[in-house]
């Protein structure tokens, strides 16, 4: 084999580029897209699910459901508070229709009782309070409000089974909040929360 041969791998670089090597050619006309690696087309552009790859510029709908869904668990949670504070207004009054005043034992048990009622308006005020914050934070929050969702609605079940005899408040909470974990968990949903800002 020499290098005179046509077909040696050992010769002269052909002296011709070949087209769609390299760099564009500079007599492709405008508008014409350039040839990809070795003459082969290009392959086509990454298609970006929301325009130029940007995110969502809109809170999708399940996102949306999910937000004003908060804000029922939120609105169901002041209520429960509002049944504690009202029941902890007349507590004294109550336990003096009852006879419970001048027995020492039944007093510490009323005691006992009020602390509970007290405890559970302060649970029912936190929890419509951190719904309300998660609520305003669904347009301008990132995935950590998404998560934060999912775990304030996975422990409203919770007090929902604790809220079911105050007007079946409880049963709405618990249902409410099986969807708000749903919807939060869609993928759309995370897409919103996952979104670059610029």
């Known amino acids: 084999m020499s290098f005179g041969e046509p077909n040696s791998p050992y010769g002269p670089p052909p002296q011709?580029?070949?087209?769609?090597?390299?760099?564009?050619?500079q007599g492709q006309p405008p508008g014409v897209p350039p040839q990809g690696y070795g003459g082969y087309p290009a392959a086509p552009p990454v298609s970006q699910p929301y325009g130029g790859g940007y995110g969502p510029t809109q809170m999708p709908g399940i996102t949306r459901a999910a937000q004003i869904l908060l804000g029922v668990i939120a609105l169901c949670h002041i209520v429960i508070a509002a049944v504690y504070g009202v029941a902890l207004a007349d507590w004294d009054?109550?336990?003096?229709?009852?006879?419970?005043?001048?027995?020492?034992?039944?007093?510490?048990?009323?005691?006992?009782?009020?602390?509970?009622?007290?405890?559970?308006?302060?649970?029912?005020?936190?929890?419509?309070i951190l719904g309300l914050v998660l609520l305003l934070q669904f347009a301008k929050g990132r995935n950590g409000v998404r998560v934060c969702s999912i775990v304030y609605a996975s422990f409203a079940i919770v007090?929902?089974?604790?809220?079911?005899?105050?007007?079946?408040?409880?049963?709405?909470?618990?249902?409410?909040?099986?969807?708000?974990?749903?919807?939060?968990?869609?993928?759309s949903s995370g897409e919103w929360f996952k979104r670059p800002r610029y």
């Open 159 to 187: 007090s929902g089974v604790f809220a079911l005899g105050i007007y079946l408040l409880g049963l709405l909470i618990m249902i409410v909040a099986i969807l708000v974990i749903v919807f939060a968990a869609k993928r």
């Open 93 to 128: 009054q109550t336990m003096l229709e009852a006879g419970i005043t001048g027995d020492a034992e039944a007093e510490r048990y009323a005691d006992l009782g009020k602390g509970v009622v007290v405890f559970f308006l302060g649970l029912a005020a936190v929890f419509a």
């Open 16 to 25: 011709q580029p070949h087209p769609g090597y390299g760099y564009p050619q």
